[in-house]
């Protein structure tokens, strides 16, 4: 573990996880949260569980986004806000 | 109401906060996870089984890899349920979503356009290309992974997830019907059946040789040559069952796609 690293990592995580809550668009949103879970991944393997940021880099950061940026593709806003 | 909820969040924030400072450090070898349960006065009630883990897995299946012995032997049936639990996802997808019909009452989503040559798109046939050299590679990768799950970090769950990733690839690049020519619905809800078959048929087969469900020791008459037949047993099993893992999550990550960007009429994609 390098402690500096660290620290970037989990600043970078926070900022990441309130931008995909606060950003208005969707799409923007559903692709910083992709970013999240790749901070997380990182953090996981520097903690030397190296599967399970495997699986978190394959189906959070990889495919997750996907899904979600097909479903956003296929919805509409209702509301005007 | 917005305070109600603002409270609540802090609350269960600071609480939550509150239960880590318990923890102990990470990587603490005297925490209870590595040292065994104790006793409020010390005494040591039971060896810890990580220790067992960490010395024992690769004496008794030949896997160096523990984390995939742990997941596809020790805790296989866990393991089962978790690929019913990705089965169960996509057949959810599909008995929400899928629509069948002519879909001439939806208006179609981008016009369709032939690809394969010029008149002005000229970034399609950069992209088209790319993936085509890229796709061999990452199923190149994918198999890979599958087939050293239990050497290496990787297996069934992240294989597959990088083999119908891979299909995503091709269905976003060129369109969903190319991708669907290749990995048509038919054989993916297939494989993905097949995939959980060859997981409980491993398992079932073990009871014929008169031992537990999923104790992949009880093949060791198929192990002829080898100096070690139940470990080997175990570690080929181990590479069976990953197999069939890789098959449902494949065929379970691109019905998904395919149905959610489709709004489940698998015409056409994004």
């Known amino acids: ?81 | 109401m917005k305070w109600i909820a603002l409270i609540a969040v802090t609350l269960t924030g600071s609480l939550l906060l509150f239960g880590v400072g318990d923890f102990p450090e990470w990587g603490d070898p005297h925490s209870p996870a590595n040292q065994g349960p104790k006793l409020k006065s010390g005494e040591q009630v039971s060896k810890a089984v990580s220790q067992d883990f960490l010395t024992e897995t690769y004496e008794v299946t030949k896997v160096p890899n523990v984390v995939t012995a742990v997941l596809a032997d020790y805790r296989g049936y866990d393991t089962m349920f978790e690929t019913v639990v990705v089965f169960a996802a996509g057949l959810a997808i599909f008995a929400i979503l899928r629509v069948f019909g002519d879909g001439s009452d939806t208006p179609p989503m981008r016009a369709v356009e032939d690809d394969t040559f010029v008149e002005g798109d000229h970034s399609r046939i950069i992209i088209g290309t790319t993936c085509k050299l890229l796709i061999p590679i990452i199923q190149l990768f994918a198999l890979y992974v599958i087939a050293h799950g239990h050497y290496s970090p990787g297996g069934g769950f992240q294989g597959g997830v990088i083999m119908g990733a891979s299909f995503i690839l091709l269905a976003i690049a060129r369109d969903l019907k190319s991708a669907l020519d290749w990995f048509s619905e038919k054989n993916f809800m297939t494989l993905a059946s097949v995939g959980i078959l060859i997981y409980a048929g491993l398992g079932v087969l073990c009871q014929f040789f008169e031992r537990n469900f999923l104790d992949y020791g009880a093949l060791k008459v198929f192990m002829i040559s080898s100096d070690h037949p139940e470990q080997m047993a175990r570690s080929y099993s181990m590479l069976g069952v990953e197999i069939g893992v890789a098959f449902t999550v494949t065929a379970i990550m691109f019905a998904i796609y395919a149905n959610l960007s489709s709004r489940g009429e698998l015409k056409e994609g994004l």
């Open chain 1, 1 to 81: 573990m390098i402690p500096i690293f660290d620290y970037i990592l989990l600043i970078f995580l926070i900022v990441a996880a309130v931008i995909s809550l606060k950003v208005k668009d969707l799409l923007s949103a559903s692709m910083v949260f992709g970013i999240y879970s790749f901070l997380i991944c990182l953090l996981w393997a520097e903690m030397g569980a190296v599967d399970v940021a495997f699986t978190e880099a394959a189906v959070g950061a990889g495919v997750s986004a996907v899904f979600l940026i097909a479903t956003v593709y296929n919805t509409k806003r209702r509301s005007s806000d």
